[in-house]
């Protein structure tokens, strides 16, 4: 799983890019599906996005961060907007974490129809 980030009005620091990528790089476990079967690498790219919205706010900083990844046949992208640019990682890790938990349940789900469908002809 390769992690690529990317800032806009802020600076990418040794500590934020280390927390980023340990939050993130827990979603390789829901990832180990989707290996090839013959060089066993994982096929996502995780491009993150982290960027603090202009200073037209009154009260406070707001932080977007967004999340994309590219798995066969579709991509996952999750948003978060928050006073607090570490709470806006945290969500997008458990959103990314969800929508690839029903990804891989569709997969082998239409895995599974396929062998039944093998089965119940013979």
Known sequence: MK????????ELTESLSEYIEKKLFSLKKFLDILKKDEQRKTLSEVFVDIEKETKHHRKGDIFL?????????????????QDDLY???????TEL??????????????????????????
Do not use: D
């Open 65 to 81: 961060a967004e999340a994309l990844i590219n798995l066969p046949g579709k991509k996952i992208i999750a948003k978060a907007k």
């Open 97 to 122: 974490a969800k929508e690839i938990k029903k990804y891989k349940l569709k997969m082998t789900e239409i895995k599974r129809r396929e062998q039944r469908k093998v089965k119940n002809i013979n």
């Open 87 to 93: 709470k806006s990682i945290n969500e997008i890790k």
């Open 3 to 10: 992690i690529i980030i990317k800032t806009k009005n802020l």
